[in-house]
């Protein structure tokens, strides 16, 4: 493996992002690597079939996609800083929509000379069991390392 240029951290803005993304940020700063946010919003595809108007179908992705990039701005706004204290000179944001597994390893590619620092935690409860393992499907076909970080143990479902 290469020097690590870039880190690839997705986020969902959940309670254990900053954790996530502190810990992304400490990575790169020893690294002096780029430090790539990722948020992608599960497709709406999915969801045709439903006796939802496509009108309003496309009228709400666009608006969480829209809703999702103000929060991410907001995120790296907050944080540059503190990211810049640690030694990351370049953060980016990027706001997906499609299958998040896929679009996180996509948005990675295949480069040598990076690395995905991402949660174990996200959704809970339903939402978990109807998308799945993020993380498991992503350390499982990446093309390049994969760092997961466990929430405190007093955050973890029971």
Do not use: W
Request: glycine share 6%.
């Amino acid at each position: 493996m290469e020097d690590i240029k870039r880190i690839v951290t997705p986020i969902d803005f959940s309670d254990n992002t900053e954790m996530i993304a502190c810990t992304a940020a400490c990575i790169a700063g020893k690294f002096s690597a780029n430090l790539d946010f990722v948020f992608v919003a599960e497709s709406f595809e999915d969801y045709t079939t439903f006796r939802t108007p496509p009108a309003n179908l496309l009228t709400l992705k666009e608006e969480l996609l829209d809703s999702a990039k103000e929060q991410m701005n907001a995120f790296i706004e907050k944080h540059k800083e503190e990211f810049n204290a640690l030694g990351v000179s370049t953060i980016n944001g990027q706001v997906l929509s499609g299958d998040i597994a896929e679009k996180i390893i996509n948005y990675a590619g295949d480069a040598s000379d990076q690395i995905i620092v991402m949660g174990t935690h996200g959704y809970k409860g339903f939402n978990r069991i109807v998308f799945g393992s993020v993380a498991e499907k992503v350390v499982k076909t990446a093309c390049c390392p994969v760092m997961t970080i466990k929430p405190p143990h007093d955050k973890c479902e029971k």
